[in-house]
Structure formats: structure tokens, C-alpha cells
């Protein structure tokens, strides 16, 4: 009985999922522009100058079927304080590759891709796949996506020159997205983003260093210890979006983002973007954002005595800090009449400043007992950093 | 075998209920009309506008925050240094 009755469930299922096909056949999802992309970033501040240079190729095959490839150099000199205070500064290069396939069928967009990442003592690759959904009527976009981390992860105790890497563990980690967009009326669009991150392995930055009170060390009051960080993390995070076209043509866009994890780090972050195009020639944009966060449950910036807990870390990520962001972004549009196998192009100028406050990470580069300061007393740490970016993009 | 039943049941009521949510993709009437989303289709609504400026913002935050996701693609690396 019950089998012929789910049966005919299965059946009628099918029937209107048929049905649906055919109906949605008529009004078929599509892929972006074909696009080259010319990157160059620069990053200042911390003690820190990170160049980036990345090329990106996109090209559409058959109307369905799209692939991109992307690669990225990061060259990396100077070192931030934390690493500082323990060693000389460095310099180093991260070599990113990754490749997209993406596929439509009707309403849906699937997409795999995979990345690679190597520095000298770190290597990364990522696989992912992600399945996106047109629905209501085009209003409503549902997008779920995996991906699967394998990091190996060591520590280069020789110079740049010649490198003596140690290789100290390696570490999984998986991601879940679930995101939702929706058109709420003809001039505002809102979007929902869920994430959970699961992290196993070795978690720690082997270049960062726990401080604690050592009476044997007058010379400073304290002593370096290797930092001992939990080999499990599991994060949640939410973000709402909203975008609003003004009544002139301008947008605005809103956000706010939640986030917890296992460590007790709860962060929220709140932006609001503005932009706004003068013809077709030009868009511009200003950007403000603020994030803050309280410290992990095992940091501490300074710990009574060695080995004082199971798990301790005074990396500055795990600080309890504030930083705010502002930023502008200029897009010129030119060859409004194609070039060659190009249609359009554009070339894109952008700046950030970032100034970070950390409420419970000291400087103890600049300051301590031969300048007067006890361990504990030294001033907070804050810097500034700018980001500059410039970049052209091609579509053919 | 109630078990058995109950999941069955629970099978059809989930397909039913899935394949009417996902029928409603094209039977539900869009409050705002294809021909009202000019606005929308407008380059300054995209959500994320140049993939490759987003995801390296994305990766220089994550090496300094202790937050991540929910805000898109950040690569790989530590950026440790």
C-alpha cells in the first residue's frame, strides 16, 4: 500500500518537474562577458609592502560553457610587529593559480574550480563546486557552495637568500555557503549569506610567538614561547546586504556581518559603499567600513608564567581590535566603439586607507624596560596601511 | 515497520513539497516585471563588479582579522608574515 501510494508521489513529482523544465526552458539563464583583466595591488603599512600582479582570462565556449584561469603573485617584504619583535624581516612570494569551469543549464549555473597556492614554507590548494539557481520568476537567486582546504604548513628558518624550511603539519579545512539574493522591488535587491568554516590540523602561525613573565630575563621582564593553538576551529558567519538604486542614477549598499566561532572570537563588520556613474564614461565610488572583534579564549598578550595554559597564542589576528576602512574607486570606460576583438574596456584606479586599533596587543618592538616601559605597560599597538590597486579589464 | 512508513511518507511529503517549491520558480507571478529591471541591470547593482580587486581585499583582511566568510572568495596562503 504504502509503496504504491509513494509511487504515485514519485510519479506525479516527475510529471510536474517535466513540466517545469519545459517551462523554465523559455527563459534560460546566461554567462557573463568574455573578459582579460591586468591586475597590480600595493599594500603599505605594518612594517609590511605586499605587491600584487595577477592576470585573469575568461572565455565562453558555447553560450553554456565558460572557463577562467587566474594568476596571482604576491611578493612580500618587511614583516608585521609581532614578527618582528622575534626576528629579522622577511621576504617572501606566494604563487596563486586557479581554474573555473562553469556550466548553465536553464535556470541553473554550476561551477567547479580549483586553486594552488605555494610560498616557500606554505602550500594550499582548494577544490570547490557551487550550484546557482534563478527562481520566482528571476526575482529570487539561490547559490550553494562546498570547498575543501589542504594546507601543509612550515617555517623558514633560514634567510631569504637560503631558505631551511621546516615542515610542521598540515591542516584540512571545508567550507559551506549558502547565499540568497532577492528582488524586493524595481530599485532595491537584498542578499542573505551564510557560512560555516571547519578547520582541523595545524592551525597555529609558527612565526608568531606567546610572551610571558620571566624574572631569569631582567634584560625585558619577559621571554618568547611557541604558540600552542587548539588543532579545531568551526566558524559561523552571516552577512545582510541590501543595494539601493536613488532616484538619480546612484546606488548604495548597505551590509552588516556576523561572526562566531569556537575560539569565542565574535567579530561584526559594517559597510556602506556608494556609487555613482557621470555618462557611461565614469563610476565612482566611496566606501566606509568597520570591523571589530573581541580576542580569542586562549590569547593573551601576556601570560603570568611559561606554559601557564594548554593552549596559548598571542597571534594579533586573535586580538581584541577595531580598524575602520575608507575608500575611493574611479572606473574610466574607454574604445566605446570596440578595438579589434574588443568590444569595451575599462581601467579602474582604487585606494584604501585602513587604520587598525589593537585594545589588547602591546608594542613591544618600539618599547620596553630599557625605555621605562614594564612588561604589560607598553603602549597598544595601531598602524595605518594603503591598499592601492589599479586594473584594467577587457571584454571581447 | 512504522519507521519505514513514516519515512516514506515523509519522502512524498518532501518531494511534493519540493517539486511545488521549485514549480513556483515559474508559476509565481513576479511582482516586479522583466521589463521594470532596467534599474537593476544597471553595472552600479552588481553585487561584485571586479571578482579578482574583491577577492584580494577579501585575503588581506582574513590575514588580519580573525573573522572570515559570508563575504565572498579569499584564495589561499596564510599570510603569515
Known amino acids: 500500500m504504502m509503496r504504491v501510494s509513494a509511487k504515485r508521489v514519485v510519479g506525479r513529482g516527475a510529471v510536474i518537474f517535466t513540466a517545469l523544465l519545459l517551462v523554465r526552458a523559455t527563459c534560460a539563464d546566461v554567462l557573463p562577458d568574455d573578459r582579460a583583466d591586468i591586475f597590480y595591488s600595493k599594500y603599505s603599512g ?110 623558514n628558518n633560514g634567510t631569504a637568500f637560503v631558505p631551511m624550511v621546516a615542515w610542521l603539519g598540515h591542516a584540512e579545512s571545508r567550507s559551506y555557503d549558502v547565499d540568497l539574493s532577492q528582488i524586493l522591488t524595481k530599485n532595491f535587491i537584498a542578499g542573505v549569506n551564510f557560512n560555516v568554516i571547519t578547520d582541523q590540523g595545524y592551525l597555529a602561525n609558527p612565526y608568531r610567538s606567546v610572551r610571558f613573565l620571566d624574572p631569569l630575563n631582567p634584560a625585558k621582564g619577559y621571554s618568547l614561547a611557541t604558540q600552542m593553538y587548539p588543532d579545531t576551529r ?44 557621470i555618462s557611461n564614461i565614469w563610476i565612482l565610488e566611496g566606501r566606509f567600513r568597520y570591523y571589530k572583534q573581541n580576542h580569542a579564549n586562549f590569547y593573551s598578550d601576556l601570560f603570568a608564567y611559561a606554559n601557564e595554559y594548554r593552549f596559548e597564542g598571542r ?9 575602520y ?63 592601492y590597486q589599479i586594473y584594467m579589464s577587457m571584454f571581447f | 515497520m512504522p519507521s519505514l512508513k513514516r519515512s516514506i511518507r515523509w519522502a512524498g511529503a518532501a518531494l511534493i513539497a519540493g517539486t511545488g517549491f521549485v514549480s513556483s520558480a515559474c508559476t509565481i507571478q513576479p511582482w516586479v516585471k522583466p521589463y521594470e529591471r532596467d534599474r537593476l541591470a544597471d553595472p552600479i547593482m552588481a553585487w561584485d563588479r571586479d571578482a579578482i580587486s574583491s577577492a584580494y581585499v577579501d585575503h588581506i583582511r582574513e590575514s588580519r582579522e580573525g573573522s572570515r566568510g559570508a563575504s565572498g572568495s579569499a584564495g589561499g596562503g596564510c599570510g603569515c608574515n
Open chain 1, 315 to 323: 597571534d594579533q589576528d586573535l586580538a581584541a581590535q577595531d580598524n
Open chain 1, 234 to 277: 568551526t566558524s559561523t558567519a552571516i552577512q545582510l546586504e541590501g543595494k539601493y538604486y536613488l532616484p538619480y542614477r546612484a546606488a548604495v549598499t548597505g551590509s552588516y556581518r556576523y561572526f562566531r566561532d569556537t575560539w569565542a572570537i565574535v567579530g561584526t563588520t559594517y559597510e556602506l559603499d556608494y556609487t555613482h556613474p
Open chain 1, 46 to 155: 605594518g612594517g609590511m609592502d605586499i605587491t600584487g600582479e595577477s592576470v585573469l582570462v575568461r572565455k565562453k565556449f558555447t553560450e553554456n560553457f565558460a572557463v577562467e584561469a587566474n594568476y596571482f603573485i604576491d611578493k612580500v617584504s618587511g614583516a608585521s610587529i609581532d614578527v618582528l619583535s622575534q626576528a629579522s624581516q622577511i621576504k617572501d612570494e606566494r604563487k596563486q593559480k586557479s581554474g573555473t569551469v562553469e556550466y548553465v543549464h536553464d535556470k541553473t549555473t554550476y561551477t567547479a574550480s580549483f586553486i594552488n597556492s605555494v610560498e616557500r614554507d606554505y602550500r594550499s590548494d582548494t577544490g570547490s563546486f557551487s550550484l546557482k539557481q534563478d527562481m520566482f520568476g528571476d526575482l529570487t537567486t539561490l547559490s550553494l557552495a562546498f570547498s575543501n582546504t589542504n594546507d601543509t604548513v612550515g617555517e
Open chain 1, 325 to 387: 576602512t575608507i575608500g575611493a574607486k574611479a572606473t574610466y570606460a574607454f574604445l566605446p566603439n570596440g578595438w579589434k576583438i574588443f568590444k569595451r574596456a575599462t581601467v579602474t584606479f582604487d585606494v584604501s586607507r585602513i587604520t587598525f586599533h589593537y585594545l589588547d596587543f602591546r608594542d613591544i618592538k618600539y618599547y620596553g624596560v630599557a625605555n621605562g616601559y614594564q612588561p604589560g605597560d607598553e603602549p597598544l599597538y595601531q598602524f595605518n596601511a594603503t591598499v
